[in-house]
Structure formats: structure tokens, C-alpha cells
T-cell receptor, first 117, second 115 residues
Framework: DGGITQSPKYLFRKEGQNVTLSCEQNLNHDAMYWYRQDPGQGLRLIYY???????QKGDIAEGYSVSREKKESFPLTVTSAQKNPTAFYLC????????????????FGSGTQLSVL | DQQVKQNSPSLSVQEGRISILNCDYTNSMFDYFLWYKKYPAEGPTFLIS?????DKNEDGRFTVFLNKSAKHLSLHIVPSQPGDSAVYFCAASAGLYTNAGKSTFGDGTTLTVKP
């Protein structure tokens, strides 16, 4: 089955620690995204990548880093500089296509809940 | 300044009746709108979308209406079913090909459909 796999489902971070959230997709999508969701709020864009070896900051990139060495993978590192990391993190992908309806539709993973110890 | 607003945090309807979820936006550059459905501890799934060149798009029980002059869209679910109980997110996107997928999301509306 094609889809997006996020791991782990739950993650705990200690003070001053960096943690990495995994995101893998086998949909052959060019674009990948990381969103953060806080309770009762919508999704906010952290980073996105439209092609391998290239990525751009979203609206709330401070304290996060990403890499895109392979088309299938887009890991997110939550660094110690992120002072409020507790949230639900969602990875998504979309194809790059001239059809707007195809391009805009995001496919999401099942998320990682990050909590601070 | 929140550019996409869903002013009703929750909505409760009876099974078989119509559910109407509302969304307002402020950025006049938004020209493509999507609705996603989300169950607890899962990622959102795409439901329906509409381009600004249309004012209505229908897919089965789901219809989205767009009023550009009022910067307002709504999602109608008819008839509502208990399995529709979820959080519904409105999302908006602006312009160019390079911006595709960078949607701005509302805070969501929790729909409860009672049997």
C-alpha cells in the first residue's frame, strides 16, 4: 500500500536534547512538508521541500531543522533551541503536477506526538 | 493575524440532517480551498476542494460553496452520518505553482453526529 509512514508514534524529549522524527513516503511525490498542530489549533507549516536536496522554511521554522537527501525521506529534527516542542507533528506529501487539484492535495502521515519530560 | 478562521469550534447535529461547517478568510490572494477531515491521533485526509473560479463543488454527500465577495466558504454534508464525526479543517492556498501545497489552515471544527 502506498502512503506516508511517520515514526515513532510517541516521542519524549529531555531538556537540551535534540530529537529526530522520521517521515518516509512511497507515493513517488516530489514535495514533502512538516506541520505542527497544537491542541485546539490548526496546522502550521514548519518546513517544506519541493525537490531532493532543497528545502524552505515555513511559518514557524525556528528551533527545527530538516534534510532531504532522498525523495522518499524528509526527517525533522527538533533541536534544543525549540523551547516549546510539545505538539503533534504531521508530515505530508504532494505530487508536483500542472493540475492544481493534484498539486494542492496533501497526503498526511498518522503523526508523531512529541512531549517534553 | 489569522488568515483562515473557523469560528465554530464545535457543531452537533442529528443523524440524517444537514451539517454546515463555515470558514472565513482574509487574504484575497487565496484562490484554492480545501477541506480535510481528521480523526483523533491520525493525520488529516483530504475531503473536497474548490477553485476560486467556481462557486460550488460537489462530491457525493459533500458540497463546498465559495462566496468570494464575502471571503467565505462552507461545507455541507447531507445526510450526516455518525461516521462523519471528526474534526474538519478548512485550508487555503495562494497562487503560483511554487506555492502549491503550502496551505494555511483554520483551527478546525469538531463535528459530532448523534445517532
Amino acid at each position: 500500500d502506498g502512503g506516508i509512514t511517520q515514526s515513532p508514534k510517541y516521542l519524549f524529549r529531555k531538556e537540551g536534547q535534540n530529537v529526530t522524527l522520521s517521515c518516509e513516503q512511497n507515493l513517488n511525490h516530489d514535495a514533502m512538508y512538516w506541520y505542527r498542530q497544537d491542541p485546539g489549533q490548526g496546522l502550521r507549516l514548519i518546513y517544506y521541500s519541493q525537490i531532493v536536496n532543497d528545502f524552505q522554511k515555513g511559518d514557524i521554522a525556528e528551533g527545527y531543522s530538516v534534510s532531504r537527501e532522498k525523495k522518499e525521506s524528509f526527517p525533522l529534527t527538533v533541536t534544543s533551541a525549540q523551547k516549546n516542542p510539545t505538539a503533534f507533528y504531521l508530515c505530508a506529501s504532494s505530487p508536483r503536477d500542472r493540475a492544481r487539484a493534484t498539486n494542492e492535495k496533501l497526503f498526511f502521515g498518522s503523526g508523531t506526538q512529541l512531549s517534553v519530560l | 493575524d489569522q488568515q483562515v478562521k473557523q469560528n465554530s469550534p464545535s457543531l452537533s447535529v442529528q443523524e440524517g440532517r444537514i451539517s454546515i461547517l463555515n470558514c472565513d478568510y482574509t487574504n484575497s490572494m487565496f484562490d484554492y480551498f480545501l477541506w480535510y477531515k481528521k480523526y483523533p491521533a491520525e493525520g488529516p485526509t483530504f475531503l473536497i476542494s474548490i477553485s476560486s473560479i467556481k462557486d460550488k463543488n460537489e462530491d457525493g454527500r459533500f458540497t463546498v460553496f465559495l462566496n468570494k465577495s464575502a471571503k467565505h466558504l462552507s461545507l455541507h454534508i447531507v445526510p450526516s452520518q455518525p461516521g462523519d464525526s471528526a474534526v474538519y479543517f478548512c485550508a487555503a492556498s495562494a497562487g503560483l505553482y511554487t506555492n502549491a501545497g503550502k496551505s494555511t489552515f483554520g483551527d478546525g471544527t469538531t463535528l459530532t453526529v448523534k445517532p
